[in-house]
């Protein structure tokens, strides 16, 4: 697997990141000793009931956040029943039951029959309320829960009690899964191979095993999903074992299986529910990579990496449709969740993750885990950057003063003796840096003459070809003006002309190199263009704007016929009065569409995917919008939210589309032009109406 060279850093930066959280390795230790104490106080309260109380899962583990909000699994089994695997053990007056394992029952799963007290032997034909025949008339437990009384609300979901109880002054609830079970002090027969397993990489030790092993299992009242007696058979729980394997985990193991959680949370559950990929699923996925992987691999500077594999392993089980639990690999845990449709669509979400390397981290809320590494991912701007940012705001001055001469020709602003003005050129500077910026701004102009010679060209009922194909030449020229702007116009042409390949290629491109996760962690290697490499070696200025600074995107009128159908309103957010209150000299931009490069990047991918029905990607291109809007400064961020409107609309969100109008409208309330898009939806939904008369 290719690891991208950013990996390190930001996988370090990653795991202060979760220290800001509950999993720092002090708090982690402390959590699972409190959990404990709980559990030994739970039981001496139980103790006139003669139950054993123990508590496994995330909780225990020490594997949740206050964002991830996981609930507490509470097991409990009687300790005057003995749980028998062979009849030699059975003592007198003890209340028995044998757990049978034969071709009857699938891998993972027991009945349980009956035992007489006075002598060791099964009972047959006996039934009672809790006790049923089988197939071959052994009277065995029946799996059906036993009503339990306690003042809580109580659901019941599969064999768990789901009891939810307010916290006390936080307004917030607490859910506790309650498992009634049976607890068999020998380790089953069908997880004996998990024992013996050669493990080259000694993980777990010898010493945990046998410690596991002296554990025994516990046995809960699940039936095998296709099994024709699932009413009385009762799944192997190794629970035990697995707490004990989880609390084996380094730091960085521990970080990794908790990030694996909030992925699955925020991305898979979102699409598939909550029963298709679970935190079990990635707990297994965890103890097989372990397992079979170097330890030296789960360091802290490769946590990234960690993950990909896990998620490249989970892409694996999913492609098999079999996910083997990790004490009995014959029981497949994928069965009748992973299949067909969810199948083929699971498997690519995790692809499409994999692909992401890592970005889609910066869109996890869960403790504000996403906002926090992208905070962490950028370094410190140093003095020579600041100076680089004056530069670029100055040529961005330049560029809006020569557009807002409508009536010039474009082509005279690419002659030689072309005169350009700007406070940054009156400053005393070296003729070079005078001439790049000219280059610089004579670039962006070829961007603009080629989005215009199309718009005319696509105007027209008869498609000019070799209209077209000069404009073409002006775009890709200008495609090199800086970082995003250039290459932006010249996706949106692809786009236009119905060539999405293309068009993803460019926008993967400009997201490579300007959306980067790590876009500023560069700055520590020297590979690519960076602020290490602007000082200490002597960079152009154009090749500091095209390779770090990317401009607004501006369409002018005259290119309406190039620009994307959600971004023409724009050209038209002020009429009537509101027109005759704008100040010639500062307002003339109002008559433009002009985009930040960023939303404009996201919203281009959108519909990229859009035409490409790639509806994985579509999300990921909407939550990436959504992101920039929330975190990021925008200087046109009412068009960016009016872009996120239409994305909305056209993926069939309405009332989220209205909102999002309505919020625009609220931030700028004239000169705006959600007003059109709040008109047709008000439209569409009369229409919706009559069409229901």
């Not at 625009?664 to 439209?683: D, E, F, G, P, T």
């Amino acid at each position: 697997m290719e690891v991208p060279d950013y990996y390190d850093v930001v996988s370090v930066r990653l795991m202060k990141v979760l220290d800001t959280t509950e999993l720092m390795e002090k708090i982690r230790w402390k959590r699972i000793e409190m959990w404990i104490q709980v559990e030994e106080l739970l039981t001496i309260a139980r103790f006139k009931d003669k139950e054993r109380v123990h508590i496994f899962g995330s909780q225990a583990e020490a594997t949740t956040t206050t964002g991830l909000r996981s609930d507490i699994d509470i097991v409990t089994h009687q300790i005057t029943i003995t749980v028998l695997d062979n009849l030699q053990y059975w003592e007198r007056d003890s209340i028995a039951i044998l757990m049978i394992m034969d071709d009857t029952t699938p891998p993972g799963y027991v009945k349980l029959q009956q035992v007489y007290d006075d002598i060791p032997v099964p009972i047959y034909n006996l039934q009672t309320d809790v006790i049923v025949l089988d197939m071959h008339g052994r009277s065995c437990v029946s799996n059906t829960p036993i009503p339990i009384n306690i003042r809580d609300h109580v659901e019941y979901h599969g064999p768990a009690f789901t009891v939810t109880d307010d916290v006390p002054e936080s307004g917030a609830s607490q859910s506790y899964d309650l498992v009634q079970s049976y607890r068999s002090h020998s380790w089953p027969t069908t997880a004996s191979e998990w024992i013996t397993r050669q493990r080259e990489h000694n993980w777990p030790s010898q010493e945990t095993i046998s410690i596991i092993q002296q554990s025994g299992a516990l046995l809960v009242p699940v039936g095998h999903k296709l099994s024709p007696e699932k009413h009385l058979e009762w799944r192997i729980s190794l629970s035990y074992g697995e707490k004990i394997l989880v609390w084996q985990f380094n730091s960085t193991q521990y970080k990794c299986y908790v990030v694996l959680k909030m992925i699955n949370k925020y991305l898979i559950k979102k699409r598939f529910g909550e029963n298709v990929l679970t935190s079990y699923h990635w707990k297994t996925c965890m103890f097989y990579m372990i397992e079979t992987t170097p330890s030296v691999i789960w360091q802290p500077q490769n946590l990234l990496r960690c993950i990909d594999l896990c998620l490249m392993k989970m892409c694996n089980w999913v492609e098999e449709c079999n996910c083997p639990n990790y004490f009995i690999p014959a029981e497949n845990m994928f069965l009748e969740k992973v299949n067909g449709h969810v199948q083929r669509s699971l498997s690519n979400m995790l692809h499409n993750l994999l692909r992401e390397k890592g970005r889609y981290l910066t869109m996890i809320p869960y403790d504000g885990i996403g906002q926090k590494l992208n905070i962490a991912c950028q370094s410190p701007i140093t003095q020579i950057n600041n100076e680089i940012n004056e530069i670029y705001q100055h040529i961005s001055l330049v560029i809006y003063m020569t557009l807002d001469n409508i009536n010039t020709n474009w082509f005279d602003l690419l002659r030689d003796d072309v005169q350009i003005t700007s406070p940054l050129l009156e400053r005393p500077s070296s003729h070079a840096v005078r001439e790049e910026i000219r280059t610089i701004l004579k670039r962006f102009y070829c961007s603009n003459i080629g989005s215009h010679l199309a718009s005319q060209c696509l105007k027209q009922q008869t498609i000019d070809q070799e209209g077209i194909d000069t404009a073409y030449e002006f775009l890709l020229l200008g495609s090199s003006s800086d970082v995003a702007s250039g290459k932006l116009k010249l996706a949106t042409f692809y786009l236009l002309q119905n060539n999405a390949l293309l068009a993803e290629n460019i926008l993967q491109n400009i997201e490579e190199n300007y959306t980067f996760l790590v876009s500023n962690v560069a700055a520590e290697r020297v590979k690519d263009y960076n602020i290490v490499r602007i000082v200490n070696e002597n960079i152009s200025t154009t090749d500091v704007v095209r390779y770090l600074f990317p401009f607004p995107v501006p369409y002018l009128p005259s290119e309406m016929y190039c620009t994307p159908r959600a971004l023409i309103p724009e050209m038209f957010r002020s009429t009537g009065s509101q027109h005759v209150s704008l100040n010639p000299d500062k307002d003339y931009w109002q008559a433009w569409a002009v985009v930040d490069p960023k939303i404009y990047l996201h919203f281009l991918q959108h519909q990229c995917y859009h035409q490409q029905n790639k509806m994985t990607h579509k999300i990921f291109a909407l939550s990436n919008m959504i992101w920039v809007i929330r975190h990021e400064q925008l200087k046109y961020k009412d068009t960016a939210l009016n872009l996120l409107a239409y994305c909305l609309k056209e993926d069939g969100f309405l009332v989220q589309s209205y909102a999002v109008l309505f919020k625009s409208m609220k931030l700028k309330n004239h000169h705006n032009a959600a007003k059109w898009q709040i008109a047709r939806l008000v439209n569409d939904a009369f229409k919706w109406l009559r069409g229901r008369h």
